[in-house]
């Protein structure tokens, strides 16, 4: 983790101190010019927040940052016979959001946050794309969505910002409503809710609630934006609803056709339906996420045509739906994540797109689903079966459940082959390879733990 450059910090030790609500020690008049989070990535000006991780734990490494030149700590306690400049705090997680809320405060940009179990990078993306077109917009990177990672991304937002995009993920309660806390949106997004977690909430009611905390840092005046087809998300007063099916949502997807690589549809709101829209995607859940970056257009002032045009400009994260030829097949590469929603969402996108040969799924463990994992992977089975997949390959333990699902509902046990040890791509690879043809299509999809894109890369015999 590299060292965060904060855009014109200047602040003192004793600014710093009340923000982070800590106590000050040895206090020079020096001021804070970057902060770090990793004891090896030091600067003259370097304020060391020490954050006890799974693995690290920063306190332990408060001496060595003083030998390389911190200007200052943050830490929950002080090594003995270390000294320097040191804020001692309750928790320094927690101290750390704090003063990624300052910094936000002080240049106040439009800021809209996402959460939801699947589609929130996507829709994250697709609501820059739109923003871009009238504010200069920051917006979440990568993973960057948790307690670290979305002080770290206000935290390098350039003073000149005018809108914000942040990712919300979550493990556990509460973890939303703190992240909203330090973010404070004037737009708030659940995308839906879905069953990734689900060990840790034990139900989708729970998923809802832990969803919902997003609400709890709205800024007065703040809109919600919440899925109109979910029926657990139903009835929230004065929230503003999109969907592809509800009639009686604020913004409702209509007419929507499939192209070769793209779709047309139109937006039926409150006030007449809003005609020719188009994205570069496949895939009919990317059409609600664009509805979606077209409410929060809406909400942010813009006008029709400004959100079209950022539509068309929508570019996928990195190693979600990468589709690309190899060798004359073509490989759908969405490696990042995946829960039953997404699965089934991306079985549909291979069915799109195999226009000829063979439709093939590559697809790994989901992981977080608790006593519900094996039922979960034996109904993406079940999918795979209903929509016509011809060869099925899974990889992981709990995917053989996908297998086991897939047989079950039908699928020729011939076209179905498993290697449960995950430390073996390359035995994969090789099966993969020795019955591919040309004009197949083949959708690769996994959990991140997976890193599935090891067997991709060994398919294409890319460096990785």
Not at 183 to 207: C, K, L, M, Q, W
Not at 234 to 249: F, L, P, Q, T
Not at 292 to 306: F, L, N, Q, R
Request: with cysteine; charged share 25%; proline share 2%.
């Amino acid at each position: 983790m590299s060292i965060i450059h904060v855009d014109k910090m200047r602040m003192s030790l004793a600014e710093i101190s009340k923000i982070a609500d800590g106590e000050l020690f040895y206090s020079s008049s020096e001021l804070i010019k970057n902060i770090s989070l990793d004891s090896r990535e030091i600067e003259a000006g370097t304020l060391f927040v020490a954050i006890k991780g799974e693995r690290f734990d920063g306190h332990d490494f408060i001496g060595k940052a003083f030998e390389d030149g911190a200007a200052a700590i943050v830490c929950e306690r002080i090594p003995y016979k270390v000294k320097g400049n040191v804020i001692l705090v309750d928790n320094s997680l927690y101290a750390f959001g704090a003063i990624a809320k300052n910094h936000k405060k002080l240049i106040s940009p439009l800021t809209v946050g996402i959460t939801g179990s699947v589609g929130k990078t996507t829709t994250k993306q697709f609501v820059w794309a739109v923003l871009c077109e009238k504010y200069k917009t920051h917006k979440t990177d990568g993973n960057f969505n948790n307690e670290i990672g979305l002080p770290i991304t206000i935290l390098k937002m350039p003073c000149d910002t005018e809108a914000l995009v942040l990712e919300m993920g979550m493990s556990f309660k509460g973890e939303i409503s703190r992240l909203s806390h330090i973010a404070e949106p004037d737009i708030a997004v659940i995308t839906n809710v879905g069953s990734s977690h689900i060990e840790n909430f034990g139900s989708r009611e729970g998923i809802r609630d832990a969803k919902m905390e997003i609400a709890e840092g709205l800024k007065e005046g703040g809109r919600l934006v919440l899925n109109g087809d979910e029926p657990l998300l139903s009835g929230i007063e004065g929230a503003v609803y999109v969907s592809m099916e509800n009639k009686d949502s604020d913004y409702r997807a209509v007419n929507v056709v499939e192209n070769d690589g793209y779709y047309t549809f139109d937006i039926e709101t409150k006030n007449g339906t809003v005609k020719d829209f188009r994205i570069n995607v496949l895939g009919i859940h990317n059409v609600y996420n664009a509805v979606v970056a077209y409410a929060v257009g809406k909400i942010a002032d813009m006008d029709d045509d400004s959100i079209k045009a950022g539509l068309l400009k929508f570019e996928n994260a990195a190693m979600r739906q990468n589709i690309y030829e190899n060798d004359g097949y073509t490989i759908i590469e969405d490696c990042y994540n995946a829960s039953p929603e997404s699965m089934a969402a991306s079985l549909k996108v291979l069915c799109s797109k195999a226009k000829q040969g063979r439709k093939t799924a590559v697809l790994g463990n989901m992981l977080e689903l608790g006593i519900y994992s094996e039922e979960l992977h034996r109904e993406v089975g079940r999918k795979a079966a209903e929509l016509g997949i011809d060869l099925l390959y899974t990889f992981g333990d709990m995917a053989e459940n996908i297998a086991k699902g897939a047989v079950d509902a039908g699928m020729n046990e011939d076209s179905v082959v498993s290697v449960t040890d995950l430390d073996s791509p390359e035995e994969l690879a090789d099966l993969i390879k020795s019955r591919v043809k040309e004009n197949d299509t083949l959708l690769f999809k996994a959990s991140r733990g997976v890193k599935l894109e090891r067997i991709t890369a060994l398919i294409c015999e890319k460096e990785g």
